[in-house]
């Protein structure tokens, strides 16, 4: 994600053409293809206008100008704002535009003004009636903007032009100028090219021969490293030169026989030189030399100008007036060379291991990638003799052993133990087997989709499971499977088996398998299943072959791309951001929100033919091949929503309140400027929702020093987040005169009325307490029935899943001893069901509170706490004779958990001590210890909101809740109740009555 940016809505200094701190030249991907990534343009919406826009340039950091008869637009990223400058100025295309003093140089053919926002029209400063062209103009390190007229340089100033500096020797006209990062000025004139350092003499770039002269190579383009001289056009006799600071050299022919007229050019912020011809669209220049790119933005016009921001993006306008912007610096897409790596550049499998690292199966070997480079690689399975060709799948199971299956280099399978490679041939005849796909399912069976070698298909195949004893089923048409070529399997979302195979889906009901014939679903080959997060099925039918389906909600509908495009699906991914993506030699496509997006297409991407995916723990996803390796997409790689306009603050009616606004965009717009999300926060207190006006009112803000936090997410996330310092000031000397002059009964009005303001700030914060507390509430008690819900789902039924698989299995006539074995592991099963619930019956209501009473749950609870965080904790509990009702045991102890969960959190204690008592007058209970301590009245809302629980449970029972809290000196909570409750019903255990 892009660092937080603010851009205040004032004039700021052009941004020059590859200006500020970049990487290394030519690291990371090439540009063109970086330029090339349909993902990373984005167009942005003109100004309706009777006259096109012809130049733009750069504006502030992330900003562009652009003229159009006498008007001046300016697009800081946001939105466009109009300034009307002078009719006659802007007749013509603006060059440039230079930010000095408190207004704005502004450059055309002919003429030369300066402009002030605030005043209109702009003040002409030179305006050419002669064939003297001035040179193209440009700003050095100081902020000085300069020209070249005959052999002279010109600085421009806000009221005149004036002689800066002579030219070069013996030079007669000028014909370019331009300046780098040092100061250093550059000249293109009629003796060739020249550069001059601050306070020193000109001198002739060495081996240039007669580049230059006769107005050759007019433009000059600078970066912070190179400067490149360029012609007014390409052909076969005008390239250009470029100077690294040490050596002058001539750029590659463009191969352009025919003159191709330049329209503008810049250097980016990695070094690279984008040209815009009128022929070619862009070309680009680095390392590897010229580059011909045509965005499929552009769709096939000629590019009439760009420009270059300081925040490093390229914003192109066509022939036909659109703009465009692109992020270059961006490094979305990247392509790693698996033939460097040692194994083949076609990838059939990947798999994800528990270190985060990445195994890769290709045809002619396994390799395991570390994100950078490749760890390891086998070309055999160690000293089984086995060779690791045409891998056909991997699978990791929980414990990190590897699993692979081949599609002819080898039979069965092999399984990698973190040391040594193992051959398996089991069950017997899974030598003569292809092993399409391996998959490890939640109850700890590994299940194989088998296909068959030879003519025989139909006679071999199927699927295997190995069950967590090490047993195997196969099961085959005979057990109701459609076909017995098997490509995949799945467990659905409500736990039942699904299994894709060359006559469509089957799924596992009533002890065998039947085919899924619901209306809309696959009838013909499946070769890929995933289960989404949201436990929707998904089906791709093939490598090569059209047909997406998804099931939601016992429904099946076919997806479908823009435009009628078909789509295929060879393997499936979930993105912890955006969605579904699924590949196949189609390319790579994206499902989000009932929307299918198209990745990729021909050309677009190093590579469109791709199977197998996987994503990571960072969202990265990694993509492989066929013919052009690993690659690395980073499709949540977005910039962060902007604050674009600094909070502005309208006083009113002296310290009786506030009014704070503020601007915020998506530059991208990813996210529309009304579906941005605002909240607010006044000195560390809670999170508030804003308008969508972005504009907040605080009423009555105490008089002090106040910091005011403001933060936009945009729709994926990404925030930025600014703070506003104020200083509400006391009452000044003649306020103070006027109240003693009103006397008593002034007095004491302002008095009532500090009290009822103080007041009312109370019932406030005690009621943005209460909607806190009650939020968390009803948020732990969704979360809770999620867990639950999770724990049954996830865990129980897991259990009885297979426990009831294995009654049928029992149920079975055959051998008896399969069948005695079959009924022991269902008895297994059934007694780990019913700890499991016990256990879970135990979370959600302690049964020592039940059974034993408050002292012997207290004094589990101690212990077992003392034992998880070696925490020493003292305690005295005198219960003895004092009978306590079912609410007042229930509270304590529900009291007593979340104290001891605070201070496990927070406080940093080495020691605990704990008091319960009770006698027939109150209930004690105290809970002390030496941690850090802090101040209870400056305690955020969410940071208090379990401290308001406690509170609140014990004013319930008519009881009272004391805090005692210093820095560095512990922390002391009190709760004393009556022994007896009418409330004795609600979620509270029973009693304690030792």
């Known amino acids: 994600m892009c660092a937080l940016a603010l851009c205040l809505a004032a004039l700021t200094q052009e941004a020059r053409a590859g200006g500020g701190q970049h990487p290394e030249r030519g690291a990371g991907q090439p540009i063109d293809e970086r330029l090339d990534d349909p993902w990373r343009w984005r167009q942005i919406e003109i100004p309706p206008a009777e006259h096109p826009m012809l130049a733009i340039r750069p504006w502030g950091e992330s900003g562009v100008a652009g003229a159009q008869h006498g008007d001046l637009h300016v697009f800081d990223g946001y939105q466009w704002s109009r300034h009307h400058v002078w009719q006659a ?493 699924f590949s196949s030699h189609m390319g790579l496509s994206w499902y989000e929100q009932g929307n299918v997006y198209e990745v990729t297409g021909p050309g677009e991407l190093p590579a469109c033919s791709f199977w197998p995916l996987a994503t990571d723990q960072q969202g990265t996803l990694w993509i492989g091949s066929h013919g052009r390796g690993l690659i690395r997409f980073a499709p949540d790689d977005k910039s962060a929503p902007q604050i674009i306009a600094s909070p502005e603050l309208d006083w009113h009616d002296g310290r009786a309140g506030v009014t704070v606004s503020w601007l915020a965009a998506d530059w991208w717009n990813e996210t529309a400027a009304d579906s941005l999300r605002s909240e607010w926060k006044l000195d560390n207190d809670v999170w508030e929702p804003a308008s969508p006006e972005r504009q907040i009112t605080l009423s009555h803000p105490k008089p002090g020093r106040h910091t005011l936090q403001l933060r936009v997410t945009d729709q994926a996330g990404n925030s930025d987040s600014i703070e506003k310092h104020f200083l509400v000031p006391l009452p000044g000397p003649e306020l103070i005169g006027f109240r003693l002059a009103l006397g008593l009964a002034g007095t004491l009005i302002v008095a009532m009325g500090l009290f009822l303001l103080v007041r009312n700030r109370q019932l406030r914060l005690a009621q943005r307490r209460l909607h806190v507390l009650n939020v968390r509430l009803l948020s732990s008690q969704e979360t809770e029935a999620r867990k639950i819900s999770r724990d049954l789902h996830d865990d129980l039924g897991q259990v009885l899943t297979a426990t009831a698989l294995e009654l049928q299995l029992a149920q079975r006539p055959g051998d008896e001893t399969r069948r005695a074995n079959a009924l022991d592991r269902a008895l297994e099963g059934a007694r780990d069901a019913l700890q499991r619930v016990r256990r879970l019956s135990s979370v959600l209501r302690p049964r020592v509170l039940d059974e034993l009473g408050l002292h012997e749950a207290v004094s589990t609870y101690l212990a077992d706490h003392e034992q998880r965080t070696g925490m020493a904790i003292v305690s005295s509990i005198a219960l003895e004779g004092v009978p306590l009702s079912p609410a007042v045991s229930g509270h304590l102890y529900r009291i007593l958990q979340e104290a001891l969960t605070n201070i496990t959190r927070h406080s940093e204690a080495g020691t605990v001590r704990v008091e319960l008592r009770a006698d027939e007058e109150q209930v004690l209970l105290q809970i002390e210890d030496d941690g850090v301590g802090f101040d209870p009245r400056r305690l955020p809302l969410e940071r208090g909101v379990g401290l308001a629980g406690m509170r609140e449970r014990a004013h319930l029972l008519g009881g009272s809740f004391t805090i005692t809290s210093r820095h560095g000196l512990g922390t002391r909570i009190k709760v004393t109740l009556p022994p007896g409750h009418p409330h004795a019903d609600g979620d509270t255990p029973s009693g304690d009555t030792k």
């Not at 009221?159 to 013996?170: C, K, S, V, Y």
């Not at 680095?286 to 921001?309: F, I, K, N």
């Not at 199927?462 to 459609?482: F, V």
């Not at 039947?514 to 070769?527: E, K, M």
Request: aromatic share 8%.
């Open 89 to 581: 100025l802007l007749e013509q295309q603006l060059t440039a535009a230079f930010a000095v003093e408190d207004g704005l140089l502004l450059f055309t053919g002919m003429r030369i003004a300066f402009w002030r926002e605030a005043a209109a029209p702009a003040h002409i400063i030179d305006e050419r009636t002669d064939p003297r062209p001035r040179t193209p103009p440009c700003q050095d390190a100081e902020g000085r903007v300069l020209t070249g007229l005959d052999n002279q340089v010109y600085q421009v100033t806000s009221a005149r032009m004036e002689p800066f500096l002579d030219g070069p020797p013996g030079t007669t006209r000028i014909f370019g100028l331009g300046t780098d990062a040092d100061g250093t000025l550059y000249a293109s004139c009629d003796t060739g090219l020249w550069r001059r350092t601050v306070a020193a003499t000109w001198e002739r770039l060495p081996g240039q021969g007669t580049a230059g002269r006769d107005g050759r190579l007019p433009r000059v383009v600078t970066g912070d490293e190179h400067v490149y001289f360029l012609p007014s056009a390409f052909d076969a006799e005008h390239r250009g030169m470029g100077w690294d600071g040490q050596q002058l050299t001539s750029l590659p022919d463009v191969q352009r026989r025919v003159a191709d007229p330049i329209e503008d050019a810049a250097v980016t912020n990695d070094g690279t030189l984008i040209v815009a011809s009128r022929f070619a669209s862009l070309r680009v220049y680095d390392d590897r030399g010229w580059t011909h790119v045509a965005p499929s933005a552009v769709q096939g016009e000629y590019v009439r100008s760009l420009c270059v921001t300081e925040d490093g993006r390229l914003v192109i306008l066509s022939g036909s007036g659109r703009m465009f912007a692109c992020d270059i610096e961006s490094q979305r897409w990247r392509t790693h060379d698996t033939e460097e790596g040692g194994v083949s550049a076609s990838i059939n499998a990947l798999a994800l291991a528990p270190d985060g690292r990445l195994w890769v199966g290709t045809h002619d070997g396994i390799a395991l990638w570390n994100g950078s480079s490749f760890d390891q690689v086998w070309h055999e399975a160690g000293d089984t003799g086995v060779s690791l060709a045409s891998v056909t799948t991997l699978c990791v199971t929980p414990d990190g052993q590897l699993y692979a299956g081949s599609g002819s280099g080898f039979g069965g399978y092999v399984r990698f133990d973190g040391e040594r490679w193992h051959h398996h041939t089991e069950p017997e005849g899974v030598s003569d087997w292809c092993v399409h796909r391996i998959r490890a399912t939640a109850d700890g069976s590994l299940w194989f989709a088998l296909l068959s070698h030879g003519p025989t298909i139909d006679a071999a195949g199927g699927l295997a499971r190995r069950s967590p004893g090490g047993s195997w089923t196969r099961y085959t048409t005979a057990e109701g499977l459609p076909d017995n070529r098997c490509y995949d399997l799945a467990m659905s979302g409500d736990g039942e088996f699904v299994a894709a195979t060359g006559g469509g889906l089957a799924e596992w009901r009533d002890d065998r398998w039947a085919r899924i014939r619901t209306p809309g679903s696959p009838q013909r080959r499946v070769f890929a299943l995933h289960v989404s997060r949201d436990g929707d099925l998904w089906a791709g039918c093939g490598l090569n072959q059209s047909g997406v389906y998804v099931r939601s909600d016992d429904r099946w509908r076919r997806l479908r791309a823009a435009a009628g495009r078909p789509l295929g699906a060879a393997d499936f991914v979930d993105h912890p951001v955006s969605g579904v993506f």
